[in-house]
């Protein structure tokens, strides 16, 4: 039998040393960004039950959930996503707090991926969920701690912003089957426009489609707005929608990020999901988004609580961490190695206790000989050997 004890599960990896402590340094910053921004941290099971997944409009489909059962034979799964967890703790243990609720979070993810994709089936989120907070302040509070968690991971960043409601405008004034539908929504987010002008020849209003297939183009910054404008002449709900986001856009520009926000309205995420304004955050070196948000008024009434506005993201670590490979993070190395012999572990340990005293940081070595711990120090990069043996120090610059 091939036992598989040497390697890990496809999509997984281990993560080690020098990545281990950029991602530890990575989250720090990030979690200092939500503790500023005054959200507080909470922490859920790394398994659910598959229930709380399964409401209408879930953003992840079964098929991409690692699914168990418990020792009753409940259905359970691995954590698929982090916000929806934090509305079910908003709907039942903190139903009866202050509004608005203000949660971060730094934990694992486990999604099926499908094919030979080469994403990641596990992967650390970090990410901060605004509860309570309504329409046009909301949004400026997420959209400002989005901002500021992406500042603070030290790369150069781009912040889209779409709308929902414009896309859904445009798309629900043809006359368009859920088929239909559910391909263009796949098409437009992928910014495939073969497949788009393929399905325009077969669509009786070839003018309301020719719409449709023009979403993808508007992408750029404030100067969009106008031919958006013009494309949804006589569509009050887009034009609404479209208004909305101009404030939005407008608000954070005066704040001085004109040149960090990109207006993409042919951005939808999962249309089922999002309910209002969404965004995504890319940084220099990564291929794909490292952060993805927006509004989701509907899920928190899903686990029986009252109906509440949300908005929050998620950045994914692993794809940050990724990106800043080669950043200096790597751990500094001790400023001294003591050798002792058993018999002068104490005296050794107060060594060090005083050396920490005046700002210096000293290991133990399990070296056999003072020679072999010399030799350590200098495989280490270590500047100083003391020999401890007898009770008294005798230090070597190495």
Same mark, same amino acid.
């Given at each position: 039998?091939?036992?598989?004890?040497?390697?890990?599960?496809?999509?997984?990896?281990?993560?080690? @040393?020098?990545?281990?402590?950029?991602?530890?340094?990575?989250?720090?910053? %990030?979690?200092?960004?939500?503790?500023?921004?005054?959200?507080?941290?909470? &922490?859920?099971?790394?398994?659910?039950?598959?229930?709380?997944?399964?409401?209408?409009?879930? #953003?992840?489909?079964? /098929?991409?959930?690692?699914?168990?059962?418990?020792?009753?034979?409940?259905?359970?799964?691995?954590?698929?996503?982090?916000?929806?967890?934090?509305?079910?703790?908003?709907?039942?243990?903190?139903?009866?707090?202050?509004?608005? %609720?203000?949660?971060?979070?730094?934990?694992?993810?486990?999604?099926?991926?499908?094919?030979?994709?080469?994403?990641?089936?596990?992967? $650390?989120?970090?990410?901060?969920?605004?509860?309570?907070?309504?329409?046009?302040?909301?949004? %400026?509070?997420?959209?400002?701690?989005?901002?500021?968690?992406?500042?603070?991971?030290?790369?150069?960043?781009?912040? /889209?912003?779409?709308?929902?409601?414009?896309? #859904?405008?445009?798309?629900?004034?043809?006359?368009?089957?859920?088929?239909?539908?559910?391909?263009?929504?796949?098409?437009?987010?992928?910014?495939?426009?073969? &497949?788009?002008?393929?399905?325009?020849?077969?669509?009786?209003?070839?003018?309301?489609?020719?719409?449709?297939?023009?979403?993808?183009?508007?992408?750029?910054?404030?100067?969009?707005?106008?031919?958006?404008?013009?494309?949804?002449?006589?569509?009050?709900?887009?034009?609404? #929608?479209?208004?909305?986001?101009?404030?939005?856009?407008?608000?954070?520009?005066?704040?001085?990020?004109?040149?960090?926000?990109?207006?993409?309205?042919?951005?939808?995420?999962?249309?089922?999901?999002?309910?209002?304004?969404?965004? $995504?955050?890319?940084?220099?070196?990564?291929?794909?988004?490292?952060?993805?948000?927006?509004?989701?008024?509907?899920?928190?009434?899903? @686990?029986?609580?009252?109906?509440?506005?949300?908005?929050?993201?998620?950045?994914? %670590?692993?794809?940050?961490?990724?990106?800043?490979?080669?950043?200096?993070?790597?751990?500094?190395?001790?400023?001294?190695?003591?050798? @002792? $012999?058993?018999?002068? @572990?104490?005296?050794?340990?107060?060594?060090?206790?005083?050396?920490? /005293?005046?700002?210096?940081?000293? /290991?133990?070595?399990?070296?056999?000989?003072?020679?072999?711990?010399?030799?350590?120090?200098?495989?280490?990069?270590?500047?100083?050997?003391?020999?401890?043996?007898?009770?008294?120090?005798?230090?070597?610059?190495?």
């Amino acid at each position: 039998m091939n036992k598989r004890n040497k390697g890990v599960p496809e999509g997984t990896r281990d993560i080690i @040393f020098e990545e281990a402590r950029l991602r530890r340094e990575i989250g720090r910053r %990030l979690e200092n960004v939500y503790e500023n921004a005054g959200f507080d941290c909470v &922490s859920t099971p790394a398994v659910e039950y598959y229930d709380v997944f399964d409401y209408p409009g879930q #953003s992840i489909g079964q /098929e991409q959930m690692f699914k168990l059962t418990d020792p009753s034979g409940q259905l359970i799964v691995l954590r698929a996503d982090n916000t929806t967890p934090v509305a079910r703790i908003a709907a039942t243990k903190l139903r009866t707090a202050p509004l608005p %609720l203000k949660i971060y979070y730094t934990q694992d993810v486990w999604r099926i991926e499908k094919g030979y994709s080469g994403r990641r089936s596990e992967y $650390t989120q970090s990410g901060a969920e605004l509860i309570g907070a309504p329409g046009l302040k909301g949004d %400026l509070i997420c959209l400002s701690c989005a901002i500021d968690a992406l500042a603070s991971i030290g790369a150069d960043f781009k912040l /889209e912003l779409g709308c929902v409601g414009y896309y #859904s405008a445009i798309v629900d004034a043809l006359d368009l089957s859920d088929e239909d539908k559910a391909d263009v929504l796949r098409w437009i987010d992928a910014k495939n426009s073969v &497949s788009l002008s393929g399905m325009s020849r077969r669509i009786d209003d070839a003018e309301g489609f020719d719409r449709v297939r023009r979403l993808p183009l508007l992408y750029g910054d404030g100067r969009i707005f106008r031919e958006a404008e013009s494309l949804a002449e006589g569509n009050e709900k887009a034009l609404e #929608s479209l208004s909305y986001l101009r404030r939005l856009y407008d608000a954070v520009c005066s704040a001085g990020y004109a040149e960090k926000i990109i207006i993409d309205l042919g951005m939808v995420h999962s249309i089922d999901y999002y309910t209002g304004v969404v965004f $995504t955050g890319y940084i220099a070196g990564a291929g794909e988004p490292v952060l993805t948000g927006g509004r989701y008024d509907n899920l928190i009434s899903n @686990f029986g609580g009252a109906s509440l506005p949300a908005t929050g993201f998620a950045i994914n %670590l692993a794809l940050v961490c990724d990106a800043l490979r080669g950043y200096e993070c790597g751990k500094k190395p001790a400023d001294m190695l003591i050798y @002792f $012999t058993p018999d002068d @572990f104490s005296a050794a340990r107060e060594y060090a206790a005083k050396a920490a /005293e005046n700002g210096l940081s000293a /290991e133990l070595s399990s070296a056999a000989s003072f020679d072999e711990a010399i030799s350590e120090a200098r495989s280490r990069r270590i500047s100083r050997a003391v020999d401890m043996s007898g009770g008294r120090a005798k230090a070597v610059d190495v």
